[in-house]
């Protein structure tokens, strides 16, 4: 059942006994590393310790953080992993419904879905035939299982990232975000209070789908996948949809105790977190919750994972006020239980006791690991590798292999089957700018909200990639305009029982805490998925890159005043923006997606970021376009400079000549670490001839801000290096091109 003789024997020690069946099941999965994080808890502590740090500054409980204008802003991501790689389509499309009922639970609208992906390679040569065409099954079945979910429920889907190397065959990454909206004097609680207050199940009713789910994403994958496609739990988007309704009228007739969700582990994990969050117990009749099958044992009930589940505690003598609410919504809703005073769980099926056990065995008896990291001898090898050891090719194809690359490639084809309209408050779409823009009912503000993550840059140096993954995402939303506010973290690695693993975990979480803390801008919420890997039947494991993921929302004080990456007609100037210093560790290129595509090499480690740098762009740029100086703004990220620009050049439908200066450049002497190089706080800007003073001199002591252009007229895109003196130049039809023929989807 996923327990080890010790865990078994430290849960006969605090029982004082054997477990009976149920509850050893239920164990099973509340201790699992999905439930339990026996693995991850320890160096979690590291996000606990800067949350409390900020708290006078008002963050809220449960990860609400105020935005002003009475509201709070809820965000948080969760990966669906293993479901996906046997399951595609459910697998997504119930991470969707998972992520998006841990929002409303809390009392707030959920406003906005994002997704992060991770699929092996869909390029023919590059992997044996039926691993491509395996690793494209996935990407078809998860992108429509998300946009089958998402779209049915009515929560637009607006930004999100796909990427791809041969370490996902194996295992994909499916990670799903939410956003929701809540007055702040309105957050529901997830506790159980009050002894005798009724117990209510409401939503679905309970099936055999998804029975020890929470088990089955805590350890790893093998080749005979198929045979656990029962774990997969199987949603229905339309019952969903309801169920917000249903549940938000609810909690607005002041009836509810406290709600929670049935996610991983269902009516398990409700019945005793909610029990020990409130210091309770619970009494509960299995015979009263609704079922498919009127012959599942008691076993199967409490561990169904069967979706659209609610879980709620009201005040005595009002549960009729949220079972009516249900019932017009054509929901079950029914009384099973009460509350207790004793801490106790107590669960009968057919009159015979399931379950007698202290809720706090369930919750807080989960025992905690910390494994000795140990650093891999490769991550002393990148950091002494030689960029000048790469032999530079023709540029100018580079640029192109670049950009049909299926990492920087057109995604068109996977977020146009999205609804990003739903709710009619998208006011930045897809594909237009470095974050999107929601304009929500209620306010002027504007939330902007994206998610990044970079395997490149964590598995060469894991601190570095979780600083990075940080850092871009934040400057992503400042690129749109928006101040960060708050961040979620999704953390998918390899079995953390191998101490290099364990190392590029402890690392990528404190090089995230590092530059959160820095930022100030906190880790409200996030998810940690362990065991990405395969077994095969030679002995063999594949092992995913560490793959950090990492969600941010932003506040603009007017969502009308946001930018995108493109300008329309006019004159207009381009800038880049880049920290002072000049020392950039291998030239940029290590970690490179130039290095890895381009050059066939996996050496080297990325270049850490300025994080003083990174804070007063997170400042300077949203400043700039409150005061509608900037026209557009887009960060040098995946493929470098050239990729920036020819991004934007596309955005904005013509050319541009840029002409980067010797002191732009300094400290840089090869021509394809300029072009192609990521370097962290780079960001180019457009603005207007008028604004063109304004920009330069309110730029902040932390930056450099160099004038190297403009948009044209025509329809090439230039890019002149002084120093190198070398000269890129490609048509804008020829870089479309190339950009849309990935055939991605």
Known sequence: MGLTHEEYRLLTEQMGREPRMTELGMISVMWSEHCGYKYSRPVLAYFAEYKKAIEGEGLENAGVVPIGDGLGVVLKVESHNHPSAVEPYQGAATGVGGIIRDIFTMGARPVALLNSLRFGSITPGQEDEATVARNRHLLEHVVAGIAGYGNCVGVPTVAGEVNFHPRYSGN????????????????????????????????????????????????????????????????????????????????????????????????????????????????????????????????????????????????????????????????????????????????????????????????????????????????????????????????????????????????????????????????????????????????????????????????????????????????????????????????????????????????AVRGIADASEEFRVPVVSGNVSFYNETKYADGSTLEILPTPMMGAVGVLERAENRIGMGVGAGKYQLALVRPTGTEYVQQGLGASLYSWSVCSTEDGVPCRPDLDAEQALQTWLPELVAQGKLAAAHDVSDGGLAVTLAEMAMASGRGLMAVLPSAATEGLHRADAVAFGEFPGWVVVAYSTENEQDVLSSCPGALAIFPIGEMSENLDVVVHMDDQGTTLTQPLGELKRAYHQAGIL
């Open 172 to 507: 994909p990454l499916v990670n799903a975000m939410c956003v929701g909206l809540v007055k702040t004097d309105e957050v529901a609680s997830a506790s159980a209070k009050g002894t005798g207050n009724p117990v209510i199940y409401l939503g679905s009713a309970t099936g055999r789908d998804g029975i020890h789910g929470a088990s089955f994403a805590s350890v790893e994958m093998d080749e005979e996948g198929e045979d656990k496609r029962p774990n997969v739990q199987i949603g229905d988007p339309f019952a969903e949809k309801s169920l917000i309704e249903a549940t938000l009228e609810a909690l607005q007739t002041g009836a509810i105790v406290g709600i929670q969700d049935m996610g991983a582990a269902g009516l398990t994990c409700s019945i005793t977190e909610m029990s020990a969050k409130g210091g309770v117990g619970m009494v509960v009749d299995l015979d009263k919750v609704p079922l498919r099958d009127p012959s599942m044992t008691g076993y199967e009930i409490m561990l169904s994972e069967s979706q659209e589940r609610m879980l709620a505690v009201t005040h005595p003598g009002r549960e009729h006020e949220v079972i009516e609410v249900f019932q017009k919504w054509g929901l079950p809703a029914v009384v099973i239980g009460h509350v207790t005073d004793d801490g106790w769980v107590r669960i009968t099926r057919h009159g015979h006791i399931e379950v007698e056990m202290p809720a706090d065995i369930f919750a807080d008896g989960c025992p905690t690991y910390y494994q000795t990291p140990v650093e891999p001898a490769a991550f002393l090898q990148r950091q002494g590798w030689n960029p000048d050891d790469l032999i530079a090719p023709d540029l100018n194809q580079a640029w192109l292999t670049l950009m049909s690359h299926p990492d920087v490639a057109s995604k068109e084809n996977i977020y146009r089957q999205y609804d990003h309209q739903v709710q009619a408050h998208t006011a930045l779409v897809p594909g237009v700018g470095d974050a999107a823009v929601i304009a929500p009912e209620g306010t002027s503000k504007g939330l902007a909200t994206k998610i990044d993550g970079n395997a490149r840059w964590t598995m060469a140096d894991p601190f570095a990639g979780g600083q990075l993954a940080t850092a871009e995402v934040c400057r992503n939303l400042a690129c749109v305009g928006a101040r960060p506010v708050a961040l979620t973290d999704g953390l998918n690695f390899g079995n953390p029982q191998r101490p290099e693993v364990f190392w590029q975990f402890e690392r």
